[in-house]
């Protein structure tokens, strides 16, 4: 167990329609960063929160958008929804946002459009 | 270019022998962390192995150990006495001061191991 919490594992929505994500960070961990999964993208970052504040954009739509909450945790939301979107969506957490510390994944949301 | 290049799609190895994963990287940063994460069939990233830029030693954990050569830009992943578990998809990443230290992933390699 990496400490990361995500919810929910599953989510099977149409197109058009709008989710959240929601990740928890392990306990201590300022930076939340998201990851999307698909089979012809690979792992490709999104964004990336330290303690509250953005820090980094990566392959972002601007469809999607996050934020990263008082108590440290972050929500993933995905708007107008399109069969591409369908993809495993990963946070992960780590102490700070340094390039000497691994961080830790959480199981990821499995997010299917149809 | 690609950050992090990952030439093997796919390796096999039985199990009790060894095998090296390839993964180069590419960065003109002076200080970068290199990781290396395991997915297995259900999905969820499991962290291996971290080498940072600075360091004189090979890193090494249990039966993971990197084959680090800086000057070379890469970072391979050795795997020891193979086991049927270590059936996986295996990512190398890669976190730069200048990129926010962000992780940056290879395609990744899979590998199977067989009795």
């Known amino acids: 167990d990496s400490g990361v919490t995500q919810t929910p594992k599953h989510l099977i929505t149409a197109t058009g329609q709008r989710v959240t994500l929601r990740c928890s960070p392990r306990s201590g961990d300022l930076s939340v960063y998201w990851y999307q999964q698909s089979l012809d993208q690979g792992l490709q970052f999104l964004i990336q929160?330290?303690?509250?504040?953005?820090?980094a954009k990566g392959n972002i739509l601007e469809r999607f958008s996050a934020q990263q909450f008082p108590d440290l945790h972050s929500e993933l939301n995905l708007s107008s929804l399109e069969l591409g979107d369908s993809a495993l969506y990963f946070c992960?957490?780590?102490?700070?946002?340094?390039?000497?510390?691994?961080?830790?994944f959480g199981q990821g949301t499995r997010l299917t459009v149809v | 270019a690609q950050k992090i290049t990952q030439t093997q799609p796919g390796m096999f190895v039985q199990e009790k022998e060894a095998v090296t994963l390839d993964c180069t990287y590419d960065t003109s940063d002076q200080s970068y962390g290199l990781f290396w994460y395991k997915q297995p069939s259900s999905g969820e990233m499991i962290f291996l192995i971290y080498q940072g830029s600075y360091d004189e030693q090979n890193a090494t954990e249990g039966r993971y150990s990197l084959n680090f050569q800086k000057a070379r830009k890469s970072t391979n992943l050795v795997i020891s006495a193979s086991q049927l578990g270590d059936s996986a998809m295996y990512f190398c990443?890669?976190?730069?001061?200048?990129?926010?230290?962000?992780?940056?992933f290879g395609k990744g390699t899979m590998l199977l191991v067989s009795p």
């Open positions: 992960a957490s780590s102490e700070v946002g340094s390039f000497n510390t691994e961080a830790f």
């Open positions: 990443a890669m976190r730069e001061v200048s990129g926010y230290s962000t992780l940056t």
């Open positions: 929160y330290y303690n509250g504040e953005e820090r």
